[in-house]
């Protein structure tokens, strides 16, 4: 069971990066909920994630700026983010829940800077 996250590194204030999360294994790509990320200093923080429901929970810092989505065709669950500044510099994970257990990929490392 695994989660893999990819599409981090180094962008300049205001350019824009796409993430994408995979599931492998037993763990259906389904069930990932979203992204998390966590600065230098930091707690891990929700950037934005799928509910129950099916609707999104975007965290007012990136509201408008990024977009999570899931891409059927891939079985990713992607974070389109946009006009990036150097306060979204962290490394940034995606969460999955499938019966009980929590899972947590490695992290993809996102810095923002000039």
């Known amino acids: 069971v695994q989660l893999q996250a990819s599409g981090g590194g180094l962008v300049q204030p205001g350019g824009s990066l796409r993430l994408s999360c995979a599931a492998s294994?037993?763990?259906?790509?389904?069930?990932?909920r979203g992204w998390y990320r966590q600065a230098p200093g930091k707690q891990r923080e929700l950037v934005a994630t799928f509910t129950s429901s099916g609707r999104t929970n975007v965290a007012d810092s990136v509201n408008g700026r990024f977009t999570i989505s899931r891409d059927n065709a891939k079985n990713t669950v992607d974070l389109q983010m946009n006009s990036l500044g150097p306060d979204d510099t962290a490394v940034y994970y995606c969460n999955a829940a499938q019966r009980g257990l929590v899972y947590w990929g490695k992290g993809t490392q996102v810095t923002v800077s000039s």
């Open positions: 294994g037993s763990l259906f790509s389904s069930n990932i």
